[in-house]
């Protein structure tokens, strides 16, 4: 996780140093930290949702959870919240959005893009898929806010939420 988010933040920086983007601007603001929160729990409720009706995705994001959380104990969550949740957002909305136009077209390439970083083996299409939309909502986000506050935050919360209740339920059914 530590080598990934680095690989990221490192990708984002060449590419604003050696092309043409800049970066989308991070405004710190209590509207946007409650935006990204709101965001953030949308995304957490959808996913829950999706979690209970779609078989597919189920056993998709079991599968990739415990590759990912298993080994964590609950205080690398902060991590695992703070890291992918700021790397990913500057490579995918704060640097390929404006480098692809700043439009929903951009928001589309990004977000699939960012999908695809989320496949950990061919099995995977269904979570690669939800990933994927994910992406459309933070890159909207960034896109109607002009802010890589709003998904940054939202990704971070929903990361953290989201990881820390299924390491909860993890815990109790191993108990």
């Known amino acids: 996780m530590g080598v990934t988010a680095v690989v990221l933040l490192v990708a ?10 800049i970066l989308l601007p991070l405004k710190w603001s209590p509207l946007a930290i409650l935006q990204g929160l709101g965001l953030g729990l949308v995304i957490t409720f959808a996913s829950a949702v999706v979690y209970r009706v779609w078989g597919a995705y189920r056993q998709s994001a079991d599968y ?39 439009t ?42 002009h802010n890589l506050v709003v998904p940054v935050v939202a990704h971070m919360a929903t990361n953290l939420i989201s990881s820390s209740i299924w390491k909860w339920r993890d815990r109790a059914a191993s108990i």
């Open 12 to 21: 984002a920086k060449l590419w604003v140093q050696f092309g043409t983007v």
């Open 64 to 102: 990739y959870l415990a590759l990912v959380l298993k080994p964590l104990v609950l205080p690398d969550l902060i991590w695992l919240g703070l890291l992918p949740g700021l790397s990913e957002e500057l490579l995918f909305r704060g640097v390929m959005l404006p480098a692809f136009g700043l």
């Open 104 to 145: 929903f077209e951009a928001v589309i390439i990004s977000s699939l893009c960012f999908g695809v970083l989320h496949l950990s083996s061919p099995k995977q299409w269904s979570y690669v898929a939800w990933a994927t939309i994910v992406g459309v909502l933070l890159g909207y986000s960034a896109l109607v806010t």
